[in-house]
């Protein structure tokens, strides 16, 4: 028997009104948006671990392309990771470090932004927050070649120069195939023998990273530093001068080739070069030691009166217990009496 469909007259049907017609397009939008945010997001965060697994295995290409995508997906990420990084090559690293924090919060798997957050740390002298990031880039793709550079450099101020080396040696071994971390690498490796008095194996390294890169001052200036240490003052001379020739602002180069002058009793070159490091130095811990070591100068070359107003300077600017050595240097310049 063939039975007529008859609507439930208990739930009545109607016409919207145009007000919840539009209270409905509102929902449905909303539920849309949220679930493109959802993807997007779940999407970016898969993208960016996807290329840390990329960047491991060594496929640098697809690496990077999978990160590039990533932020094309999450405009906020993107735009925290340019800040962090602009601000790094502006050396704004206040400012990098927040802006780094901030593409951590919204994606904690993207390697770079700890590694330009740590190198932020470091340049401000907090070695142990440097050394935090540079190990969680590690963590994250654990053939993150200048994190374990830049995790060395920050080991040695803290005393930790064993692991340092281990560091250096680790990254000069994950890139065989490209040494364009090598000269970084080797002067990591110098400053690491330095701080255990290793001078030989030091100044073997720091060859090795002048042979391939002849461009970066500091290497020249540790090394002219070390020559000083063991007396070769015209090896040493001739580095200072080679890094002033690479960055003319260096102030303790001046300093160094200063020292280096006055220990081959070539006292006027040394004058010259205190007096070029105070005018362009402004701080007082480096300004009160370059009046002081330029006092003793003046006091070898018999002008106790140049001797007492550098020295006097010296000791004004600090006169911590630190600074006795300069404090009896101008003892004797009023006694008139010459210092070994």
Request: include cysteine; charge should be negative; hydrophobic fraction near 40%.
């Amino acid at each position: 028997m063939n039975q007529e469909f008859k609507s439930d007259s208990s739930t009545p049907s109607r016409h919207l009104t145009p007000a919840e017609q539009f209270i409905v397009r509102i929902g449905q939008f909303a539920i849309l948006v949220f679930f493109v945010y959802i993807v997007s997001d779940l999407s970016s965060i898969v993208l960016i671990q996807f290329g840390n697994a990329q960047f491991a295995a060594g496929n640098m290409k697809l690496g990077r392309g999978s990160y590039t995508l990533a932020l094309e997906l999450k405009p906020g990420l993107k735009k925290a990771i340019s800040q962090c990084d602009s601000d790094v090559v502006d050396q704004q690293y206040e400012s990098a470090i927040e802006h780094c924090s901030n593409a951590i919060k919204i994606n904690k798997y993207h390697a770079s932004a700890f590694y330009n957050r740590g190198l932020a740390y470091y340049n401000l002298a907090q070695d142990e927050q440097a050394i935090a990031d540079f190990t969680k880039a590690i963590e994250l793709i654990p053939v993150y070649t200048w994190a374990y550079i830049d995790r060395g450099f920050s080991y040695v101020p803290q005393g930790q120069s064993d692991l340092a080396i281990s560091d250096c040696n680790q990254a000069i071994e994950l890139d065989e195939k490209d040494a364009s971390t090598y000269p970084s690498a080797y002067y990591c490796l110098g400053l690491a023998f330095y701080a255990q008095d290793n001078y030989d194996l030091a100044i073997t390294n720091l060859d090795k990273a002048i042979e391939l890169d002849k461009t970066n001052p500091g290497v020249y200036f540790l090394r002219g530093s070390i020559h000083d240490k063991q007396g070769e003052e015209n090896a040493a001379i001739a580095d200072y001068t080679k890094t002033i020739e690479l960055n003319p602002n260096y102030t303790d180069a001046y300093v160094g080739r200063g020292n280096a002058f006055a220990d081959a009793k070539q006292f006027t070159q040394a004058i010259e070069d205190y007096k070029k490091a105070l005018e362009m130095s402004g701080d007082p811990n480096n300004d009160s030691y370059t009046y002081c070591v330029q006092g003793v100068t003046y006091i070898k070359m018999n002008d106790f009166q140049s001797a007492i107003m550098a020295l006097e300077q010296g000791v004004k600017l600090n006169a911590t217990s630190e600074n006795d050595w300069c404090k009896s240097a101008l003892e004797a310049a009023r006694q008139g009496i010459l210092v070994p």
